[in-house]
């Protein structure tokens, strides 16, 4: 991941950007030091930019990774304090593009003393910085995305603190009408975190391993985790962990000593519990029936599935139309025929850890009837009549007219949309 200046890539195709590591010198630029940009990531309000290559730079001798973690550290953007500048811009308005680096050291400016002398007002997320020579000294045309550091004797390293964005009133003039303006690192580290995405499961079963991967990977980091893990091996960008316990865990990426977290995991150590799963079904419609999870709001077992079936084939399966399902498949319509056999309707739910067993919810038989009241709902009493159709008595079947001539007894249920 590499660091730059929104406007150098503002338009730009990213297959046209290839980052140079490894050199000093443009004329010694191998095929080595190239290395392919697989995306780019601007800052929707300051002017920086992430570039994402296609690969990891290997480190060595002459790459390194600078540390901008601790850029947030009190007192390193301390008016008057040294600061070094470099990149390949212009050493003078009139020289040719320089082939080597160039560096200088500058001195961070007050926002004040900034103003009085330009008229220039400092955001909160930039501050400036000048030489001291009696010719001016700072950033020039080409230096922009380039780093500003500062040597930290604590940590024995230099940190990344700003980003060369823009000189006022171009490069000529002093040190004190023109000085550099830099992006403040401090303003986006939280950003710059916010791109390294940790993936992998959410939920897992103990005992059972599992892989997470950092993307893009840092140039030099470890990884960490919660004490209910266990860390089984490292390849590339991924980790594999072991569960050893239950409950709420985490892994993060140790990068020079700040972490970036990844605090949504849960460790399940059952599967589904069936005495916990309640159901209720009905008739919907001639040989169409409904069912549903009645409790899948209250999920506590990380239910994320749930399975249907029936004993016997000649049903059909599917999620009912009606929204408002919290997990798939947590309501579903049967549809049979006429000739599809009475059989049992089954359930089972599903978490990290696996099925749960089946538990019977009803029978479903095709020999039901159905009808609809309308107005629904009703505002006034409404009487239902239920008789025998005894049309064309004399021609029927004497075993016909035998039970058509019985006082019949009828199961009578009434049902809302989903109950009864």
């Given at each position: 991941?590499?660091?730059?200046?929104?406007?150098?890539i503002?338009?730009v195709?990213?297959?046209?950007?290839?980052?140079i590591?490894?050199?000093?010198?443009?004329?010694?630029i191998?095929?080595?030091?190239?290395?392919?940009?697989s995306?780019?990531?601007?800052h929707?309000?300051y002017?920086v930019?992430?570039?994402?290559?296609s690969s990891?730079i290997?480190?060595g001798?002459?790459?390194?990774a600078?540390?901008?973690?601790?850029?947030?550290?009190?007192?390193?953007?301390?008016?008057?304090?040294?600061?070094t500048?470099?990149?390949?811009?212009w050493?003078?308005v009139?020289?040719p593009?320089?082939d080597?680096?160039?560096?200088?050291?500058?001195?961070?400016?007050?926002?004040?003393?900034?103003?009085n002398s330009t008229?220039?007002?400092?955001?909160?997320?930039?501050?400036?910085?000048?030489?001291?020579?009696t010719?001016r000294?700072?950033?020039c045309?080409?230096?922009?995305?380039?780093?500003?550091?500062?040597?930290s004797?604590?940590?024995?390293t230099?940190?990344?603190?700003?980003v060369?964005?823009a000189?006022i009133?171009?490069?000529?003039?002093t040190n004190?009408?023109?000085p550099?303006?830099?992006?403040r690192?401090?303003s986006?580290?939280?950003?710059i975190?916010?791109?390294f995405?940790?993936t992998g499961?959410?939920?897992?079963?103990?005992?059972?391993?599992f892989?997470?991967?950092?993307?893009?990977?840092?140039?030099?980091?470890?990884?960490n985790?919660?004490s209910?893990?266990t860390?089984?091996?490292?390849?590339?960008?991924?980790?594999?962990?072991?569960?050893?316990?239950?409950g709420?865990?985490?892994?993060?990426?140790?990068?020079?000593?700040?972490?970036i977290?990844?605090?949504?995991?849960t460790i399940?150590?059952?599967?589904?519990?069936?005495?916990?799963i309640t159901?209720?079904?009905?008739?919907?419609?001639s040989?169409?029936y409904?069912?549903?999870?009645?409790n899948?709001f209250?999920?506590?077992?990380?239910?994320?599935?749930?399975?249907?079936?029936?004993?016997y084939?000649?049903?059909?399966?599917?999620e009912?139309p009606?929204?408002?399902?919290?997990?798939?498949?947590?309501?579903?319509?049967?549809?049979?025929?006429?000739?599809?056999p009475?059989?049992?309707?089954?359930?089972?739910?599903?978490?990290?850890?696996?099925?749960?067993?089946?538990?019977?919810?009803?029978t479903?038989?095709p020999?039901a009837?159905?009808?609809?009241?309308?107005?629904?709902p009703?505002t006034?009493?409404?009487?239902i009549?239920?008789?025998?159709?005894r049309?064309?008595?004399?021609?029927?079947?004497?075993?016909?007219?035998?039970t058509?001539?019985?006082?019949?007894?009828?199961?009578l249920?009434i049902?809302?949309?989903?109950?009864?």
């Amino acid at each position: 991941m590499i660091l730059t200046a929104k406007h150098c890539i503002n338009g730009v195709n990213v297959s046209n950007v290839q980052v140079i590591a490894g050199t000093t010198c443009i004329s010694s630029i191998s095929a080595s030091n190239i290395y392919n940009v697989s995306q780019i990531i601007p800052h929707t309000s300051y002017d920086v930019a992430l570039l994402i290559l296609s690969s990891n730079i290997s480190f060595g001798s002459t790459r390194t990774a600078i540390n901008y973690l601790n850029s947030t550290t009190s007192g390193l953007y301390t008016v008057g304090n040294t600061v070094t500048a470099s990149g390949w811009g212009w050493a003078s308005v009139s020289a040719p593009d320089p082939d080597c680096l160039n560096a200088v050291n500058l001195t961070i400016l007050s926002n004040q003393d900034v103003y009085n002398s330009t008229g220039y007002t400092v955001q909160s997320h930039e501050f400036a910085a000048s030489g001291s020579s009696t010719i001016r000294q700072g950033i020039c045309l080409g230096d922009s995305g380039g780093p500003l550091s500062v040597w930290s004797n604590t940590l024995n390293t230099n940190i990344l603190i700003g980003v060369s964005v823009a000189v006022i009133y171009g490069c000529t003039g002093t040190n004190a009408s023109s000085p550099s303006i830099f992006e403040r690192v401090s303003s986006i580290v939280s950003w710059i975190n916010s791109n390294f995405a940790i993936t992998g499961p959410s939920e897992v079963c103990s005992g059972t391993s599992f892989t997470c991967s950092v993307s893009p990977a840092p140039t030099s980091y470890s990884w960490n985790k919660s004490s209910n893990l266990t860390l089984v091996s490292t390849s590339g960008n991924s980790a594999t962990f072991s569960p050893n316990g239950s409950g709420s865990a985490w892994v993060s990426i140790v990068v020079n000593g700040t972490e970036i977290n990844r605090n949504d995991l849960t460790i399940r150590s059952v599967v589904p519990n069936t005495a916990n799963i309640t159901t209720n079904y009905g008739l919907e419609s001639s040989y169409t029936y409904y069912a549903q999870v009645t409790n899948s709001f209250s999920n506590t077992e990380g239910i994320d599935e749930y399975e249907w079936n029936t004993v016997y084939s000649g049903w059909t399966i599917e999620e009912h139309p009606v929204g408002g399902g919290y997990h798939p498949m947590d309501r579903i319509r049967v549809t049979g025929t006429a000739s599809s056999p009475t059989t049992a309707l089954r359930v089972r739910a599903h978490n990290a850890c696996g099925w749960s067993n089946w538990i019977q919810v009803g029978t479903l038989t095709p020999s039901a009837y159905y009808s609809a009241v309308y107005p629904n709902p009703s505002t006034g009493l409404i009487n239902i009549n239920i008789e025998v159709n005894r049309e064309n008595f004399a021609a029927k079947t004497d075993a016909t007219r035998a039970t058509l001539s019985k006082t019949p007894t009828f199961d009578l249920r009434i049902y809302n949309t989903f109950s009864k």
